[in-house]
């Protein structure tokens, strides 16, 4: 009986690993690039300036902001005025504003603009130093959670599948792998369908508890989605229900549809009436301390709400994942204390410390390698259980001088996305560097390019040789990442020659990632062509040993016993 449950759920991890695999194999490695999303967008922006020892104090930064909004014509017709303020805290690197314009009709939200500043005049950066139109890195960590090119509603719902099938594959995998931590340390080199079992058991047990929480988290995140009668059962379908629901969830969100509908005066009519702000800014830094904002929210007054100020705290010394803020009456200078907030209660304490681990925004550099590391462990992960599935069953379809269509066709869908899709995602940054910076709609064609290539990728599986066919793509996707560094010293003023000497160490990571992860594929591809010989190779039958010599040794064991 026990044999038989442990063989059910070698079936069960099987089958749920390989049915959903290429999107997981997808989700880990544009999730693992996403999260250092920050360093990306700042490579794939190199008319940005450098990290600079010499930035401007909060005060100053804010007056030269407020003052800009205060003279910009379409900034005076907005309902909402934003201020980010740069430190040294990562993604803290922009000094820029923004602003909501009030909704039209039929719409919940008004259009959104941002405007980056000058640090030194808090004028508006003139066109020829702002930086190119692009997707950044933050493109890549949100198609780990909604594609590209389908529905988001479709999207996030195809991820949680996949997503919940990983949880199966993780569990039934510890069940099957009853020696899971002693196969951990064993390694049999060169024994075919046996050596990549060793492989697939040592990434897997590695780090365990990092895929448990990173896939658990990721279910968490669209709960709403994933149980949508949940909310409505108890709080009424539609957007007032909604609003209902995250105005008791989160105490400061008090703005129902409704009003939202209510006609508002424009900030830049609002402002005239406004107290001073910088004995407001000195109260929030007597309670979090210099350098602990992160941006600045101006409303104005609305229903029963008075027109405030809003500051947000960057927070940075805890797991759990919130929005620390403190708000203040800009016709009276006082703080609004908010009322008994459910941030404290455990439920809500539980769900933001797991979002925080997923996304370890709080994690120190060392801390964020290491997320990145085992980001790409569980990619390998992924890979090797994909590939396995393929060596298992390789030698009989040999043998029948035959693949089956769902054989080949596995064969062919592991090429494209094990090795295709890091050269897919190489293919994105070459075209930020190639693509003209006043090219239109140069954003888009980045991201194109990136599918492009997967889908020739994918062709060219169909077309050659399995063998050549990873052979030539593992090293076209080797080169590229190799060559990523180079290109940047020919097409940027910003290579590690400058970061290096500048000192900003974070820009200067994104060339040396590049470069291990191609030495990476670098030594993926050798390791292809050194068994490029023995891959499709018939199997060789195994000797058979004479009974009468197992008799004997069985006797001359007893006899020793």
């Not at 309902?79 to 504003?97: L, N, P, T, Y």
């Not at 129902?256 to 406004?274: D, E, H, T, W």
């Not at 693509?435 to 050659?464: D, G, K, Q, T």
């Amino acid at each position: 009986m026990k044999e038989g449950f442990r063989q059910c759920m070698a079936w069960l991890h099987t089958w749920t690993g390989l049915v959903v695999g290429w999107v997981l194999f997808f989700v880990f490695l544009t999730g693992t690039a996403g999260y250092v999303q920050v360093e990306l967008t700042r490579w794939m922006q190199p008319e940005r300036a450098l990290l600079s020892n010499d930035i401007p104090s909060v005060e100053q930064q804010l007056s030269k902001a407020y003052q800009f909004l205060q003279t910009d014509p379409q900034a005076q017709q907005a309902e909402r005025w934003g201020i980010s303020i740069m430190s040294k805290h990562r993604g803290q690197d922009e000094f820029a504003v923004n602003w909501s314009m009030p909704a039209e009709e039929g719409q919940r939200y008004g259009r959104y603009q941002q405007q980056a500043l000058d640090l030194q005049t808090g004028q508006a950066l003139a066109d020829q130093v702002k930086a190119r139109e692009t997707g950044g890195g933050f493109t890549l960590y949100r198609m780990h959670y909604a594609l590209h090119y389908l529905p988001y509603d479709w999207a996030i719902r195809i991820v949680g599948i996949c997503t919940m099938f990983m949880f199966v594959a993780i569990i039934t995998g510890v069940i099957t792998h009853k020696k899971i931590f002693k196969d951990f340390f064993t390694f049999r080199p060169a024994k075919g369908q046996r050596s990549w079992l060793d492989v697939h058991n040592v990434l897997s047990v590695i780090a365990l508890p990092f895929y448990i929480m990173i896939t658990y988290s990721g279910l968490i995140f669209f709960l709403n989605a994933y149980m949508p009668l949940g909310m409505p059962m108890v709080y009424g379908f539609g957007d007032q229900g909604r609003d209902r629901y995250y105005a008791e969830l989160y105490q400061s969100n008090r703005y129902s549809s409704q009003q939202n509908q209510q006609k508002i005066q424009p900030l830049g009519q609002s402002a005239k009436q406004f107290v001073e702000i910088m004995p407001i800014l000195q109260q929030v830094q007597q309670q979090w301390g210099p350098q602990q904002i992160s941006s600045i929210n101006l409303y104005p007054s609305k229903s029963n709400d008075p027109a405030k100020i809003e500051f947000y705290k960057i927070n940075t010394d805890k797991v759990a994942r919130s929005r620390d803020s403190l708000q203040f009456n800009l016709t009276t200078g006082q703080q609004i204390q908010e009322g008994q907030s459910n941030q404290d209660r455990a439920a809500m304490q539980f769900g933001s410390t797991v979002l925080g681990l997923h996304e370890g925004s709080f994690a120190a550099p060392l801390l964020r390698v290491l997320y990145v590391i085992t980001g790409l462990l569980g990619t390998a992960m992924i890979a090797t259980g994909l590939v396995l599935w393929t060596v298992k069953r390789r030698p009989k379809q040999i043998k029948a001088g035959k693949m089956t269509f769902g054989h080949a066709l596995v064969e062919r869908l592991n090429i494209a996305l094990v090795a295709g899709l890091p050269l897919a995602i190489a293919v994105y940054f070459w075209a930020n560097r190639l693509i003209p910076a006043n090219f239109a709609e140069r954003a888009a064609w980045e991201v194109h390019s990136m599918y492009i290539c997967l889908l020739l990728c994918f062709i060219y599986a169909l077309c050659r040789p399995i063998v050549r066919a990873w052979l030539e793509i593992l090293c076209l996707a080797a080169v590229a990442y190799l060559f990523l560094p180079i290109l940047n010293v020919l097409t940027s003023a910003r290579h590690l020659g400058v970061t290096l000497a500048h000192g900003d160490y974070a820009l200067a990571s994104v060339d040396i990632g590049f470069f291990l992860f191609g030495l990476l594929l670098a030594w993926a591809t050798y390791a292809v062509w050194r068994k490029r010989a023995v891959i499709l190779q018939k199997p060789q039958p195994k000797k058979r040993v004479p009974a009468a010599k197992n008799v004997v040794s069985s006797k001359t064991s007893e006899d020793e016993s």
